[in-house]
C-alpha cells in the first residue's frame, strides 16, 4: 500500500499552519480569544463589560469563547491539511477537537457562583516553619548503588536462562 504524497507546496502549507490564527468573541462582546493552529490560547482580552459580570459568568464566557476559538482552529487546519488525506493521528487529534464538548456544555446547567474566602476559613491554617531543618539526608548517609550503570553497560549483553 503506497502512502499519499505530500502535496508539492508543502512548505506553504507549513507555513500557513505556523501561522494560523483564529479569534472567537462571545455573543456579548465582553470576551474575545485567539488561538493557534494547535487550538493554544494565544491571546484572551476582557472588555469593559465584564465588569458588570460575575466572577462565574466572566470565566463561562472565556471557556465557551475559548472553546468556540478551539473548533475554528480546528477547522481551519483540517481545511488547510486536507490534501495530506484524512487517516492519521493528526486528523483524528482534529475530529476530536472539532466534536469536543465540555462538561458544562453537556448538562446545559448555569456554572454555580464561586463562593468567596472569608478571613475566618484562612485564620485556622496553620503552616510549619521548616527553614530551620535540614533539607535532606547528607549525600554520605545515602547508599551507594550496587553497581553503577557505567559497570553494568561495560560488562555487555547478559544472558539468564530463566528469561
Known sequence: MSQPKPPADRQAMVE???????EATS???AVSVSVNTDGVMTRLRVSDSASRMSPAEIADAVMR??????QGSAKRSAELMAPLGNAGYITDRLRWRLGFTPSYQDTGEKPSPVSPRTPADTENVVLKDRSEE??????????APAES???YYEQ??????SW
Open 27 to 29: 455573543p456579548d462582546g
Open 156 to 161: 555487555g549483553l547478559r544472558y539468564n536462562p
Open 134 to 143: 535540614p533539607a535532606g539526608p547528607d549525600q554520605d548517609e545515602q547508599p
Open 16 to 22: 500557513a499552519l505556523a501561522a494560523l490564527s483564529i
Open 149 to 151: 550503570d557505567d559497570q
Open 65 to 70: 469563547t475559548y472553546q468556540e476559538a478551539q
